[in-house]
């Protein structure tokens, strides 16, 4: 018997979800819309709603996965965001992401910097009818300012630090969402854009997989 994936997408959004004090009606629709198995690799689609992240390849000799359910849920929260916006994703990598971002905001670009990654993740958002996110391929710590400025830039993935660059992508008003830090230690930050600066605050304790570069210089203590 094959495996019941609307019923396994339905004890996901009620079991993972909801008990991580996510109540954004908008939010736990789309979780509940986006078919979570058709973006990860083959062998891995019977444990495609499992509460742990899922390794859907390597970029660079860095694993890249897709985000554990509920803090990917909890950061979609924080970012509030609605119909009218333009989002600037971080990290595309399999597409799952910029799926749900579609549903919730007007426009997605997804950045990713691995063209492989970005090939597949772009043919399946267009074949799946994900008709209003471009995925685009560039170096991750850039951003993408073609497009922007952006009301929501959204980070698939813990960072070690935002690149000023990202920040000038911003609109005036807009937040910017990421986690920072690494391991058990990451937090997930919120920042906002008002009059030209940006000021931001951690938010909650966050675990999740680090992105492909986003690492501080070493300094040297004499």
Do not use: W
């Not at 007007?106 to 990713?112: H, N």
């Not at 937090?187 to 966050?206: C, I, M, T, W, Y």
Request: charged share 20%; proline share 5%; net charge negative.
């Amino acid at each position: 018997m094959g495996t019941d994936y609307q019923s396994a997408r339905q004890k996901m959004v009620d079991n993972q979800i909801r008990t991580t004090d996510v109540t954004s009606h908008s939010v736990l629709k789309a979780f509940l819309t986006v078919a979570r198995e058709e973006f990860v690799p083959t062998p891995l689609k019977p444990l495609a709603y499992i509460d742990s992240d899922l390794k859907i390849g390597e970029t660079d000799g860095v694993g890249r996965y897709m985000m554990e359910p509920s803090p990917l849920a909890k950061m979609l929260q924080l970012a509030a965001v609605s119909r009218d916006h333009v989002v600037l994703e971080i990290g595309c990598g399999s597409g799952y992401t910029a799926a749900i971002l579609s549903l919730l905001a007007g426009s997605v670009v997804a950045l990713e910097s691995d063209a492989a990654l970005a090939e597949a993740s772009g043919r399946l958002l267009s074949e799946s009818g994900y008709d209003n996110v471009a995925v685009v391929t560039g170096d991750l710590e850039k951003g993408y300012a073609a497009e922007g400025p952006y009301d929501l830039i959204f980070f698939n993935g813990a960072v070690e630090y935002v690149p000023e660059a990202l920040f000038d992508q911003l609109r005036e008003g807009g937040r910017l969402v990421a986690a920072i830090g690494s391991g058990l230690s990451a937090q997930a930050h919120l920042f906002v854009k008002d009059a030209g600066e940006v000021s931001g605050r951690p938010a909650f304790n966050v675990s999740i997989q680090p992105l492909p570069g986003f690492r501080k210089a070493e300094e040297f203590v004499f």
